[in-house]
């Protein structure tokens, strides 16, 4: 037989934590956000405070805990990264404790608008023109389709295709700085546009200038040219070259001056120059050759100038010729001179022997011979004169006479003659006399030093 209950005893348990949020699922979402909902935790004995959601990137460690501030099942997630996959998870809260975290679920992002480009530089320029180059943003979840290159002042964009990372800008002004921006698009839409860079042209391209010759000798060219055209005040600079073909070119000069003088060439030679300005490091372009010659070697000095007196009133001049010079016809200039007067030029013409008549009774000549060839040089006939004159001198003495004898001059070369022969074969006879007794001078000077030895000896 059973006996009838007690009274009844109430017992209460101890207040728990609550439990983990159920049906934890992903709501609307975009590039940057995802809405959440989730059914309600379960109280045990402690009424909920809240909820918290932890999220982050799949993969990755670092994760971000949110509290919500109402005890609403649902919230948005902000800030997110595009195209990228997030790992989330809920949980309750009490005045007790927290529940356990539900079981996460995963989530993707939806594709965003790329990101700005960077490192943005100008790559080339020139007087006209500038190259831009950048490096290509983040996706974001969609292919790049194409880049807006945008200048300012004046206003220009250029779209270029998504796999180039480069923009040529022609037709600019010389000397300027422009302004530029890149912006990239795809499929989401366009993202941001980069950070301004500036960007300035070369000063213009230097027109080349031309050369003119200045002097010619056998062994140098002396040239000019003018300054070439430029915009702004750089300064500028010329590079000269030569050749001897016309082909092969070698450096000559480079410097700032308009001039230059080329040693060491060769005689009658022909040489092709040409030149060039830089500006800031841009050259212009190589003007036409110009063709130079050297001139022939000058002749040298004649020798064996002999100056004797014929009569009083008439003097012989002789020297001995020079040899010719590149086949050249070589002639002579005499210039005769008085004491107390100036040279006077008394013959020209390809003899090595003149006579010069209508003197002063007395008086101290002197006489100069200079050879000279006559040749064509750049388009124009030039004299070249031997680097040196030969003298000789002679003083007259007694008056004039011999009226018989009459005076010719050949007015064809400038040489001055007499009629009569007689006078040029006292000269013959005078050089004559004068060779033996050099002959006879240095035998005796040969038998005097003959005598010393042997008397040394004795």
């Known amino acids: 037989m059973v006996s009838p209950f007690s009274e009844v005893c109430t017992c209460h348990t101890a207040v728990g934590c609550p439990a983990s949020?159920?049906?934890?699922?992903?709501?609307?979402k975009t590039a940057n956000s995802m809405h959440l909902r989730w059914q309600p935790s379960k109280e045990f004995g402690s009424p909920l405070t809240?909820?918290?959601?932890?999220?982050?990137?799949?993969?990755?460690?670092?994760?971000?805990?949110?509290?919500?501030?109402?005890?609403?099942?649902?919230?948005?997630?902000k800030a997110l990264s595009p195209w990228s996959s997030y790992g989330v998870r809920a949980r309750a809260t009490s005045a007790v404790g927290n529940s356990e975290w539900s079981s996460p679920v995963q989530c993707t992002t939806l594709p965003s608008h790329p990101s700005s480009p960077s490192s943005l530089s100008v790559l080339s320029r020139t007087y006209n023109s500038l190259l831009i180059g950048w490096c290509a943003p983040d996706t974001n979840g969609a292919d790049i389709t194409q880049y807006c290159v945008e200048?300012?002042?004046?206003?220009?964009?250029?779209?270029?295709?998504?796999?180039?990372?480069?923009?040529?800008?022609?037709?600019?002004?010389?000397?300027?700085?422009?302004?530029?921006?890149?912006q990239a698009e795809n499929a989401a839409g366009k993202g941001p546009f980069s950070a301004y860079i500036l960007g300035s042209t070369?000063?213009?391209?230097?027109?080349?200038?031309?050369?003119?010759?200045?002097s010619a000798g056998s062994q140098h060219l002396k040239v000019s040219w003018g300054g070439g055209k430029r915009t702004g005040q750089s300064l500028l600079q010329y590079v000269l070259q030569y050749s001897t073909d016309g082909t092969r070119y070698h450096k000559?000069?480079?410097?700032?001056?308009?001039?230059?003088?080329?040693?060491?060439l060769h005689p009658a030679t022909k040489y092709y120059l040409r030149v060039a300005a830089l500006c800031d490091g841009v050259q212009s372009e190589w003007a036409e050759p110009a063709v130079f010659s050297t001139t022939p070697t000058p002749p040298p000095a004649p020798k064996g100038v002999?100056?004797?007196?014929?009569?009083?009133?008439?003097?012989?001049?002789?020297?001995?010729?020079?040899?010719?010079?590149?086949?050249?016809?070589?002639?002579?200039?005499?210039?005769?001179?008085?004491?107390g007067t100036d040279y006077l030029q008394?013959?020209?013409?390809?003899?090595?022997?003149?006579?010069?008549?209508?003197?002063?009774?007395k008086g101290l000549h002197e006489a100069c011979v200079r050879a000279v060839v006559k040749c064509e040089v750049n388009g124009s006939v030039e004299k070249l004169w031997s680097l040196s004159n030969s003298e000789a001198h002679c003083e007259c003495r007694g008056t004039a006479q011999d009226e018989g004898k009459e005076v010719v001059k050949q007015e064809a070369t400038g040489q001055h003659i007499i009629s009569d022969t007689s006078p040029l074969q006292n000269v013959v006879t005078l050089l004559k006399k004068e060779k033996c007794l050099t002959v006879a001078f240095f035998i005796g000077l040969f038998?005097?030093?003959?005598?010393?030895?042997?008397?040394?000896?004795f």
């Open 447 to 457: 038998a005097l030093i003959a005598g010393l030895i042997i008397v040394s000896r």
């Open 346 to 361: 008394v013959y020209e013409g390809i003899e090595t022997s003149c006579v010069v008549s209508m003197l002063a009774a």
């Open 252 to 264: 000559a000069y480079e410097g700032t001056g308009p001039t230059h003088r080329l040693n060491k």
């Open 202 to 214: 070369l000063q213009a391209t230097p027109t080349p200038p031309q050369l003119v010759l200045v």
């Open 21 to 28: 949020p159920t049906c934890l699922e992903v709501g609307n």
């Open 50 to 77: 809240g909820y918290q959601l932890e999220y982050g990137i799949s993969g990755s460690k670092q994760c971000v805990v949110v509290t919500c501030d109402s005890l609403v099942c649902s919230h948005t997630l």
């Open 151 to 182: 200048m300012v002042s004046p206003p220009l964009s250029i779209c270029v295709p998504a796999m180039e990372t480069q923009c040529m800008f022609r037709d600019l002004s010389p000397d300027t700085i422009y302004k530029v921006r890149v």
């Open 306 to 339: 002999v100056l004797s007196q014929i009569n009083p009133s008439q003097l012989a001049v002789l020297w001995k010729p020079v040899q010719e010079n590149c086949a050249l016809p070589v002639a002579y200039v005499v210039q005769l001179k008085t004491f």
